[in-house]
């Protein structure tokens, strides 16, 4: 049972390259979020969505797309990456919103150049 | 706004000792808290959760207090073990604009020494 997946595991762009994280999740969760985390900062909301087709913003979604074509995918798109976009980024789903826990991916490490 | 804080950035503690992990937040309509453990380069995984309705919970020798009218909730390890070193976030979710809206703490880095 392999949770939730992300790919890739790191990746290198250089400023104003797009590029397209992937989440894919095997529990078949209705909800899916994007999280970064930063040094000091722990982790923020970029996007989430609330089932198939759906997608909302979170605390920090400027610079970022998603989308939700298939209930078990959650893609975060950086369409122009700048450098305060490095980061690692974790997808997360839940069953449930309310009292259910986040189970979360490996992340992904990505540097803007 | 940081609604979700944790202050202590670090702390060390002795194998066997108790580690208690602090961790304060501000909106009242938060009504479920969970702690997560992260280890470098994997993701964060699920501890222990507390809903609002209840002040204790305890999984082992996991157990979270929450303290309502502090707004502080915290989480015991007792006793502490090597391998139970790693960055501790807490997160609150509650009703944000007809949806729930998960949020976290900045972390915790646990040290436990042999």
């Known amino acids: 049972n392999a949770g939730v997946t992300q790919t890739p595991k790191f990746r290198v762009l250089k400023t104003g390259q797009s590029m397209t994280l992937l989440c894919a999740q095997d529990?078949?969760?209705?909800?899916m979020y994007w999280y970064r985390q930063d040094p000091g900062m722990g982790l923020r909301l970029i996007h989430y969505?609330?089932?198939?087709?759906?997608?909302a913003k979170g605390e920090v979604p400027d610079g970022y797309n998603v989308s939700r074509l298939k209930k078990q995918n959650f893609l975060l798109g950086l369409e122009s990456a700048a450098p305060s976009q490095t980061s690692v980024y974790f997808c997360a789903s839940s069953r449930l919103q309310g009292t259910y826990p986040l189970h979360f991916g490996d992340g992904t490490r990505l540097s803007i150049l | 706004d940081q609604q979700v804080k944790q202050n202590s950035p670090s702390l060390s503690v002795q194998e066997g000792r108790i580690s208690i992990l602090n961790c304060d937040y501000t909106?009242?309509?938060?009504?479920?808290f969970l702690w997560y453990k992260k280890y470098p380069a994997e993701g964060p995984t699920f501890l222990i959760s507390?809903?609002?309705?209840?002040d204790k919970n305890e999984d082992g020798r996991f157990t979270v207090f929450l303290n309502k009218s502090a707004k502080h909730l915290s989480l015991h390890i007792v006793p502490s073990q090597p391998g139970d070193s790693a960055v501790y976030f807490c997160?609150?979710?509650?009703?944000?604009?007809?949806?729930?809206?998960?949020?976290f703490g900045t972390g915790t880095r646990l040290k436990v020494l042999a």
């Open positions: 507390i809903s609002s309705i209840k």
């Open positions: 529990m078949n969760h209705e909800y």
């Open positions: 997160a609150a979710s509650g009703p944000t604009s007809g949806t729930y809206k998960y949020i």
């Open positions: 909106n009242s309509m938060f009504d479920y």
């Open positions: 969505s609330v089932g198939e087709g759906t997608t």
